[in-house]
Nanobody
Framework: EVQLVESGGGLVQPGGSLRLSCAAS????????MSWVRQAPGKGLEWVSS????????YYADSVTGRFSISTDNARKTVYLQMNSLKPEDTAVYYC?????????WGQGTQVTVSS
């Protein structure tokens, strides 16, 4: 059974940092593409970042380029999203998802709130 479990969200001040984790099980993470997608209050889903673990390529939305970094620890079967220089507009529920042509499995999400 495929499972994705996010953690690491919380309340942080503008300019601060958080690291989100997505623990994966039930499939081979090292040969999969994984993405982080977020949903701000009252808005639709927004793609944030992807990592193609089979070739190590990473991709970022313009809004987070230079501030966020995606990575995978295959031994721990975990995908990370390091978020630096956080802004109030980064406030959202962050989901990790497995990407196979479309997003076929999603985690439950973790809340990130950026506020002073």
């Amino acid at each position: 059974e495929v499972q994705l479990v996010e953690s690491g969200g919380g309340l942080v001040q503008p300019g601060g940092s958080l690291r989100l984790s997505c623990a994966a099980s039930g499939f081979t993470l090292s040969s999969s593409a994984m993405s982080w997608v977020r949903q701000a209050p009252g808005k639709g889903l927004e793609w944030v970042s992807s990592i193609y673990n089979y070739n190590s390529k990473t991709y970022y939305a313009d809004s987070v380029t230079g501030r966020f970094s995606i990575s995978t620890d295959n031994a721990r079967k975990t995908v990370y999203l390091q978020m630096n220089s956080l802004k109030p507009e980064d406030t959202a529920v962050y989901y990790c998802a497995r990407e196979q042509a479309s997003y076929d499995y999603w985690g439950q999400g973790t809340q990130v709130t950026v506020s002073s």
